[in-house]
């Protein structure tokens, strides 16, 4: 159980064009979904918390009008990268938390690859 | 100073060998704690929970040092199935959402 689903796994696209990465809990409801990068050799870096039916929560430094959330659904969120430049390749994770409250897990989707040429 | 931050690494050693990553954390009102496996190329995957009495899990123990905020992990008889990028995660405290991740320190074990 407790699987996140990842779309597309690997993105290649020209500069200047947006790109759009899916994010879903395949056997669970998820009130929060989150969206990390991680740069080659570095840590991941939580960009924004997404919560169902609000606006996400951006970390400092990240622009919002650059990355639009968008979580409809307890299952989907979507995060798309507009106007995309070689800067922005990088390694983009979503993940998942089923519960609101207490101990318990991020589950983790598998990762998009994003190569802006 | 960084929220969490990890033995740089890389730590190479050879089959059977036991090695010892660490961890430390700035914000003293964090609650839960994490060591995570992250394989190249792959997503970050849940290794174990540390609790605060410390805990073991097969060749893999946990330690937690609250007072001098202060994570370990150990890895006992290594195995090359053991090679990858050792993440410690640290909750944020006021906010069972919000987890912060250390750089990672990377293992290779060889033959």
């Known amino acids: 159980g407790a699987v996140v689903s990842q779309h597309p796994s690997w993105v290649i696209c020209k500069s200047g064009t947006s790109v759009k990465i899916e994010c879903r809990s395949l056997d669970f409801q998820a009130t929060t979904m989150f969206w990390y990068r991680q740069f080659p050799k570095q840590s991941l870096m939580l960009m924004a918390t997404s919560n169902e039916g609000s606006k996400a929560t951006y970390e400092q430094g990240v622009e919002k009008d650059k990355f639009l959330i968008n979580h409809a659904s307890l299952t989907l969120s979507t995060l798309t990268v507009t106007s995309a430049h070689p800067e922005d390749s990088s390694f983009y994770i979503c993940s998942a938390s089923p519960s609101s409250g207490g101990l318990y897990e991020q589950y983790f989707g598998p990762g998009t690859r994003l190569t802006v040429t | 100073r960084k929220e969490v931050e990890q033995d740089p690494g890389p730590f190479n050693v050879p089959e059977g060998a036991t090695v010892a990553f660490n961890c430390t954390y700035s914000?003293?009102?964090?609650?839960?704690f994490f060591w995570y496996r992250q394989d190249c190329r792959k997503e970050p995957k849940l290794l174990m929970s540390?609790?605060?009495s410390g805990n073991e899990d097969g060749r893999f123990t946990a330690q937690l040092n609250r007072a001098s905020q202060y994570i370990s992990l150990l890895i006992r008889d290594s195995k090359l199935s053991d090679s990858a990028t050792y993440l410690c995660v640290v909750r944020r405290p006021y906010n069972n959402n919000d987890m912060r991740f250390g750089a990672g320190t990377r293992l290779t074990v060889k033959p």
């Open positions: 540390v609790y605060s």
């Open positions: 914000n003293s009102a964090s609650q839960s």
